[in-house]
């Protein structure tokens, strides 16, 4: 992986584990240790979803850059989608508390988004790479006093 990418996915995958720390000491106060748990799970689960993800992304970036956005809107819709089966299929365990993993799993999946979109502005990613072999300067077509 790329440099760029990895400060990408560690600029997101910090403050998202940083809140879910948070999201488990607050369910452990209010649910027990189960509500730990499930903020803990939630906050895994999150993590390994969109890093997985921007993994993917990344990858079509670079072999198919014509599909780059396409495949960033499926991908996001994918991702949306089965965090909400995960939601569904463990809607009444009794592993762990099932409101604290939901509410975990909601707010750590807005901080990573948030904080890839904050880490995607401050790159200094070129649009376009220079090509240095030429040497070429530009014409200066202005007028010359």
């Known amino acids: 992986m790329p440099s760029n990418d990895a400060r990408i996915l560690l600029q997101a995958a910090v403050p998202t584990a940083a ?70 299929v463990f809607k009444n365990t009794s592993l762990f508390n099932p409101k604290s993993f939901a509410l975990t799993l909601v707010v750590t999946t807005l901080v990573w988004i948030g904080a890839q979109a904050r880490a995607h502005m401050k790159a200094k990613i070129l649009y376009v790479e220079p090509d240095s072999s030429k ?11």
């Not at 040497?135 to 006093?145: L, M, Q, T, W």
């Open 19 to 88: 809140v879910g720390a948070i999201a488990a000491v607050v369910s452990g106060v209010v649910a027990g240790g189960k509500g730990a748990i499930g903020a803990i799970v939630a906050t895994l689960v999150v993590i390994l979803f969109m890093g997985l993800g921007l993994y993917v992304l990344q990858r079509v970036a670079k072999s198919l850059p014509h599909l780059f956005q396409a495949m960033g809107l499926l991908l996001y819709t994918a991702q949306i989608l089965l965090l909400f089966i995960f939601v569904a």
């Open 135 to 145: 040497g070429e300067k530009p014409e200066n077509k202005g007028h010359s006093s």
